[in-house]
């Protein structure tokens, strides 16, 4: 939430620097003693994470960029090579290819916690969307790293998705098919298209810092969101982002960290596919075409549908519904803890989640389709009838009055001002001195 300022320059230097370029009062306000509600949980944990996470893949990302070469031909044997012969580039290239996995686990957990504790409610819809942008940027950026390896998943993967383009043709003839000819930069994926990707994989995460910068500075406009999901009503209900809450990020940054070097250096490939260890053949289609495990829900929805129009349609449709989230949600209660027949539907639309990634990993046939659509079906309900219905039949439970009756299960009283001192008090500090 905006506040006024409490830095004060300690030295000449930082006066001289405050006057013309106040970086250091800029960070002191906003990272240090930001106020921030005082019962924030663990959820809360993942922004700061997420930070990291796009810090640790940019830099992880340049130095591969300077020893990759982006031509089918070498494309391959480039990779392998940064494994084999660049030092650490094992290292390099597995915390890249795993990252990208963390990256992608933090931001789910972070979107579901928001959807939860309705931090896309007022005032905070353009927090929500920015968000929602940065998902967008992230799924892009994602997709085109994939197709760098230039392995037979690599190779497919960009084949079939970029082809999803075609189905444009069903609207108007012909435009889908030159549209893909324009993103191929040919007949057929090739040398310009993994140039092209290459080149948009490499600006993307500085178009995602960017918007991240917009995302925080949305977030410190009106302030964090809470558990309770009531405003701050007083500053008593509210702690320095520093020292309380920079130590709790740190802490559960530590675990996911853990996590992170667990696969790095334990399990590099459990969550990739075998195939992208072939190199890409046009000759030959793999039995099974996959994507990563985090476009396996997307990829189901885009399976279930059986017009090819209308399946890319769905597909587009499954992230650009998040966008209208904030008036989707007619319920005027914030927190899912106090909605007891949302928080039914919302856990339920949480397996459906689950159950889409399993079965978009799952050949498109048999029941694996038949359930395909079911989950298909309730994903948009849950977003087109149950959040609007729900929000207007429901009887919430009680709110607390407070963030402090929420914590402490009373309110808390204010303190009172020490009395003044004394004539006699102020005589005998004065014989002191």
């Given at each position: 939430m905006a506040h006024e300022s409490t830095y004060q320059p300690a030295t000449g230097f930082e006066r001289w620097l405050d006057a013309r370029l106040p970086i250091v009062r800029v960070m002191h306000d906003q990272f240090g003693?930001?106020?921030?509600?005082?019962?924030?949980?663990?959820?809360?944990?993942?922004?700061?994470?997420?930070?990291?996470?796009?810090?640790?893949?940019?830099?992880?990302?340049?130095?591969?960029?300077?020893?990759?070469?982006?031509?089918?031909e070498?494309?391959?044997?480039?990779?392998?090579?940064?494994?084999?012969?660049?030092?650490?580039?094992?290292?390099?290239?597995?915390?890249?290819?795993?990252?990208?996995?963390?990256?992608?686990?933090?931001v789910y957990i972070h979107l579901l916690r928001g959807m939860y504790y309705g931090s896309y409610k007022a005032p905070r819809e353009v927090l929500w969307i920015i968000g929602v942008l940065i998902l967008f940027v992230m799924i892009a950026t994602a997709f085109m790293g994939y197709s760098?390896?230039?392995?037979?998943?690599?190779?497919?993967?960009?084949?079939?998705?970029?082809?999803?383009?075609?189905?444009?043709?069903?609207?108007?003839?012909?435009?889908?098919?030159?549209?893909?000819?324009?993103?191929?930069?040919?007949f057929s994926v090739g040398a310009p298209t993994l140039n092209r990707l290459y080149a948009l994989h490499y600006l993307l995460p500085f178009v995602?810092?960017?918007?991240?910068?917009?995302?925080?500075?949305?977030?410190?406009?009106p302030g964090n969101n809470n558990p309770t999901g009531i405003d701050v009503k007083s500053p008593s209900e509210t702690v320095p982002?520093?020292?309380?809450?920079?130590?709790?990020?740190?802490?559960?940054?530590?675990?996911?960290?853990?996590?992170?070097?667990?696969?790095?250096?334990?399990?590099?490939?459990w969550l990739g596919h075998p195939d992208n260890y072939i190199p890409a053949n046009p000759l030959q289609t793999p039995p099974h075409i996959v994507p990563e495990w985090y476009f396996l829900p997307f990829y189901a929805i885009l399976r279930a549908i059986p017009n090819k129009l209308f399946g890319v349609i769905a597909l587009f449709s499954s992230?650009?519904?998040?966008?209208?989230?904030?008036?989707?949600?007619?319920?005027?209660?914030?927190?899912?803890?106090?909605?007891?027949?949302?928080?039914w539907f919302f856990w339920a639309f949480v397996v459906t989640a689950v159950a889409l990634g399993y079965l978009g990993s799952q050949p498109p046939e048999g029941w694996y389709l038949v359930f395909g659509r079911i989950f298909t079906a309730y994903y948009f309900a849950f977003f087109l009838v149950i959040m609007p219905v729900v929000g207007l039949i429901e009887t919430p439970r009680r709110l607390p009055g407070s963030i402090t009756e929420a914590v402490l299960g009373h309110e808390e009283k204010p303190r009172p001002a020490p009395p003044p001192p004394?004539?006699?008090?102020?005589?005998k500090a004065k014989e002191a001195v």
């Open positions: 003693v930001f106020p921030t509600p005082r019962n924030l949980n663990y959820w809360w944990t993942f922004g700061g994470i997420l930070t990291f996470m796009l810090v640790a893949q940019i830099a992880t990302g340049i130095v591969l960029a300077m020893h990759y070469v982006p031509t089918p070498n494309a391959f044997d480039s990779v392998e090579k940064i494994m084999r012969d660049v030092n650490f580039g094992w290292f390099l290239r597995y915390s890249h290819a795993v990252g990208a996995s963390m990256f992608f686990l933090a760098l390896p230039w392995g037979q998943m690599s190779f497919w993967a960009v084949t079939v998705i970029t082809n999803l383009v075609s189905s444009l043709d069903m609207v108007i003839k012909g435009l889908g098919t030159t549209l893909v000819q324009w993103v191929w930069g040919g995602l810092t960017g918007l991240v910068i917009l995302h925080i500075w949305a977030l410190h406009m982002f520093h020292p309380y809450y920079t130590m709790k990020d740190g802490f559960a940054l530590v675990m996911f960290v853990i996590l992170f070097a667990a696969l790095v250096f334990y399990a590099p490939n992230i650009a519904i998040l966008f209208f989230i904030p008036w989707l949600d007619t319920s005027k209660v914030r927190s899912t803890s106090y909605r007891p027949i949302y928080k004394s004539q006699s008090a102020k005589h």
